[in-house]
């Protein structure tokens, strides 16, 4: 059993700043690749950023690039999502997922938390 439990989400002005960290606790593995994902009203859950388990290799989608930073702490089993100059279209529930893998063009996770909501107005 894999428990990942997200903070950090708020509302917040454009331009502004959020941090949000996701602790991951019972059967998880360091190897594990952990991201973010994020679903807007009326629209799909999509990918916003992955962190492989060395720390240094990331991967974002483009619409957040130059603007998020992903990192991990191992030794905490957490990982972070800094994200900075939100917009608008920022808004979403964010989730935390453990166990990333990328195929056919996309990713997928085995394991995801409850949600965040990050609300960013005008």
């Known amino acids: 059993q894999v428990q990942l439990v997200e903070s950090g989400g708020g509302l917040v002005q454009a331009g502004g700043s959020l941090r949000l960290s996701c602790a991951a606790s019972?059967?998880?593995?360091?190897?594990?690749?952990m991201g973010w994902f994020r679903q807007a009203p009326g629209k799909e859950r999509e990918f916003v950023a992955v962190v492989r388990w060395g720390g240094g290799n990331t991967d974002y989608d483009d619409s957040v690039k130059g603007r998020f930073t992903i990192s991990r702490d191992n030794a905490k089993n957490t990982v972070y999502l800094q994200m900075n100059s939100l917009k608008p279209e920022d808004t979403a529930v964010y989730y935390c997922?453990?166990?990333?893998?990328?195929?056919?063009?996309?990713?997928?996770?085995?394991?995801w938390g409850q949600g965040t909501q990050v609300t960013v107005s005008s």
């Open positions: 997922a453990a166990d990333l893998t990328y195929y056919t063009g996309s990713y997928s996770a085995r394991y």
């Open positions: 019972g059967r998880t593995s360091s190897s594990w690749a």
